[in-house]
């Protein structure tokens, strides 16, 4: 797991370390340091703690103005017993909501597991972001069969083209054009 670092190209267009509106502004990562761990194996310095004690984040862009947002994850989405929608929406989203984000693209290669339990902070996210939207990536099948056995399909988009294989070739911008077209074709 420590050898597993967020998509770090995009650094060059934002640093969730320097961003004013970030809950993340104004970490330091130390690299020689290795002290966050997701059952008992090191993670990258680089992923941020986002008050679950499984499942870890890094915010790779946010775009104010155009109001979204792309977020990578590591670990195990754990709503059973960590609560980890819970934590994320309280932690992570509303901020970035109450700053004006209402589309959230969500990164999860790096997910290895989840635990499923109510649909209720999904829809209230999904209520929250009104014009807006969240969509899934590159997550693992199994993952997205579990989110449709709780009804989380039903307020976040995922699968079939949004699986966008080459996403790390683009430009943040360019990813999140591809990934609008996408949602707003479903939505219409």
């Not at 761990?37 to 946010?62: H, Q, R």
């Not at 430009?171 to 707003?184: A, M």
């Amino acid at each position: 797991m420590h050898t597993i670092t967020p998509y770090h190209r995009w650094l060059q267009y934002y640093d969730p370390a320097t961003d004013e509106n970030s809950p993340f502004f104004g970490k330091e990562y130390n690299y020689d340091l290795y002290s966050e761990t997701i059952y008992g194996y090191y993670i990258d310095p680089a992923w941020d703690y986002m008050g679950s004690e499984t499942l870890y984040i890094k915010i790779l862009f946010a775009d104010y103005d155009e109001n979204f947002a792309i977020i990578e994850f590591i670990g195990e989405w754990n709503d059973a017993i960590e609560n980890d929608i819970m934590t994320l929406k309280n932690n992570i989203i509303n901020p970035m909501i109450d700053l004006g984000i209402n589309q959230f693209i969500l990164l999860g290669e790096n997910v290895f597991n989840f635990h499923g339990s109510d649909d209720c902070y999904y829809e209230e996210w999904f209520e929250d972001v009104e014009e807006g939207w969240v969509a899934a990536l590159q997550f693992r099948d199994f993952i997205y069969t579990e989110w449709q056995k709780y009804g989380i399909d039903m307020y976040v988009n995922f699968g079939g083209n949004l699986e966008i294989a080459g996403w790390r070739t683009l430009s943040p911008h360019q990813f999140y054009e591809q990934v609008k077209k996408i949602v707003q074709y479903r939505l219409n």
